[in-house]
C-alpha cells in the first residue's frame, strides 16, 4: 500500500465521510456545504466557521450502503462515480468560497483514513 499523505489536517477540525446519491444537485451541494462549515459541533458550540477550524473530506459512497435485504450490501442508492465525483469537489469548491479550509482525500482511491476523536461524537448530516 501506497503510504503518500493525500489529505492531513492536525489540529482539531472536521473528518467529513462524504456520501452522494443520484438526487444530489446544485442545492444540496450548497447547503451541505454551508451545514459543514456553519454547524456548531466544535467545543463551546462552536464551528469550523466560527473557529477556521479545517475539514477534511473523504469520498464515501459506502454510505449509502443498503443492508436492509439479504447479507450483501446493495449500492443502487449511491451516485456512480462520474456524478459522485463532480458533487464532491463541487461540496469542497463551495466550502473553499465561503472561506473554509480544506483538505481532501483522493477520489476513488483505496484509502487508510486514520482519526482521533475528541470524544465520541459522530453527526450524520444530511440535506
Known amino acids: 500500500m501506497d503510504e503518500t499523505v493525500v489529505g492531513n489536517i492536525d489540529e482539531p477540525g472536521l ?6 446519491t443520484h438526487s444530489d444537485g446544485h442545492e444540496q451541494i450548497t447547503t451541505m456545504a454551508r451545514k459543514l462549515h456553519e454547524i456548531r459541533a466544535l467545543r463551546d458550540e462552536q464551528s469550523c466557521a466560527t ?3 479545517p475539514l477534511l473530506v473523504v469520498s464515501q459512497f459506502t454510505l449509502y450502503g443498503d443492508t436492509r435485504k439479504g447479507r450483501r450490501p446493495s449500492w443502487s442508492r449511491a451516485a456512480g ?3 459522485a465525483e463532480d458533487a464532491v469537489e463541487a461540496v ?11 483538505e481532501t482525500g483522493e477520489f476513488g482511491a483505496a484509502m487508510a483514513v486514520e482519526s482521533t476523536n ?9 440535506t
Open 118 to 126: 475528541d470524544g465520541p461524537f459522530t453527526l450524520l448530516v444530511e
Open 51 to 53: 473557529t477556521g477550524a
Open 92 to 102: 469542497v469548491t463551495e466550502l473553499r468560497r465561503r472561506g473554509a479550509r480544506v
Open 81 to 83: 462515480p462520474d456524478q
Open 15 to 20: 473528518l467529513v465521510l462524504l456520501g452522494v
